[in-house]
């Protein structure tokens, strides 16, 4: 039984500390953050309910959010730019996905350790592998020894750059907004309405409920003057429903805004005793919502390797080598997507939106299925069969 630190205690690195639990491994996750407020939600595709299977955590997640079977997109003027079939997207995906608050996926999550696994309020400021493991420079001035150190936190990770040495942080030139309405949205408005250099995306959380986001090219670090909630009615309202409505029925001091960042995937991933899951290794934009998705394939990833190899060191880098091909296509698209809906002059976004219109539904559904679907999500196997 080796002794495992994870650095950061979000989805990351939460389900990685329930897989190498689940392996027999002594497990600690080490958060700098105290505060654990609620969150707005995410979307749990397919492949990422498949990954939660693994860990036998599907069913809860499953069952504490909502269901979301199809993914209309509309213009702001509430023309349909697509308008797939609700069978045939569960066809081609498995099932429905799922969107839940993060707080409850947290919770989901953490139920899943062994008590105490967390400790919060304790950040990892450096590292140094020495002869007998890795040494953790922690903030409290003191240090910690661990055979392995996995690195799950986030875009600006100290794991991954203590494995590459400098990564270039940038603004991605956008913000986004999230919050949860008080009110449940048609499902077959269950998607997203574009505009010019903006979208809106809106799904429904169970409860009666409404997870939605925003996005805007905007400067880097700006805020509302009249608060970000009254800046959005305002831009918002002449926007087809349910969006007005939906602002209307959201709490002013739940929204959060968030300038966007961005990194190209880290060049390494593993070297030794350490290795880095989710955005400390592969950061990506929000446009496919898969971050969260691709984070949880990772921990079962992970998992699985570490359970086929013979060491922490061998099994980390297989891991690595399993996963890059399958993460590195969908941080390219989510990219793509984001260049694509906030061009300039807003006259080309809004061109480019509307342009997705002339793709057949067929192709959108089954170029989707290769990165959502449930069969999307591999293992790696003894044999080492690489990903499909």
């Known amino acids: 039984m080796a002794e495992v630190v994870v650095i950061g205690a979000g989805i990351a690195g939460l389900a990685t500390a329930t897989a190498l639990q689940q392996r027999g491994h002594s497990v600690t996750v080490l958060e700098e953050r105290t505060d654990t407020g609620s ?16 860990l036998g955590l599907g069913d809860r997640v499953r069952a504490a959010g909502g269901r979301v079977s199809a993914g209309a997109i509309r213009w702001k003027d509430g023309s349909w730019l697509r308008r797939p079939s609700q069978e045939r997207i569960v066809t081609a995906l498995g099932e429905p996905l799922v969107v839940i608050q993060r707080a409850a996926l947290r919770d989901v999550l953490t139920d899943a350790l062994a008590p105490d696994t967390v400790i919060y309020g304790l950040a990892a400021q450096g590292l140094t592998v020495t002869a007998h ?17 996995v690195g799950a936190d986030g875009t600006r990770s100290v794991v991954a750059r203590h494995l590459n040495g400098p990564l270039a942080h940038r603004y991605a030139g956008y913000t986004a ?33 409404t997870y939605w986001f925003a996005t805007e090219r905007l400067a880097e670090g700006g805020t ?120 300039r002059p807003a006259l080309l976004s809004a061109a480019a939106s509307r342009a997705t219109v002339v793709v057949p539904e067929f192709a959108m ?10 069969s999307a999500f591999r293992l790696p196997t003894r044999n080492g069969a690489q990903p499909a």
């Open 177 to 209: 907004w999230r919050g949860v309405a008080a009110m449940a949205v048609d499902d077959e408005l269950a998607g997203e309405t574009m505009g010019p250099g903006s979208e809106v995306g809106h799904v429904p959380m169970g409860d009666g409920r």
């Open 39 to 54: 969150g707005a939600g995410i979307s749990i595709w397919p492949n990422a309910l498949a990954a939660l299977d693994v």
């Open 365 to 374: 559904t089954r170029h989707l299925a290769t990165i959502a679907a449930r």
């Open 133 to 149: 493991g890795v040494q953790i420079e922690l903030s409290d001035s003191s240090t910690r020894m661990a055979d392995a150190v």
């Open 224 to 343: 509302a003057p009249q608060g970000e909630l009254a800046y959005l009615r305002s831009k918002l309202a002449s926007w087809a429903e349910p969006i007005p409505a939906m602002l209307a029925a959201t709490n002013a001091d739940d929204v959060l805004r968030n300038d966007l960042y961005d990194r190209r995937p880290a060049g390494c991933w593993a070297a030794g005793p350490v290795v880095v899951v989710g955005d400390a290794a592969h950061p990506m934009r929000p446009h496919l919502g898969q971050g969260g998705c691709q984070a949880l394939e990772d921990a079962a990833v992970l998992g699985a390797t570490v359970e086929l190899g013979a060491d922490l060191p061998s099994a980390f880098s297989a891991f690595e080598s399993f996963r890059r091909r399958r993460v590195s296509g969908v941080v390219r698209e989510s990219r793509m997507i984001g260049q694509l809906v906030n061009l």
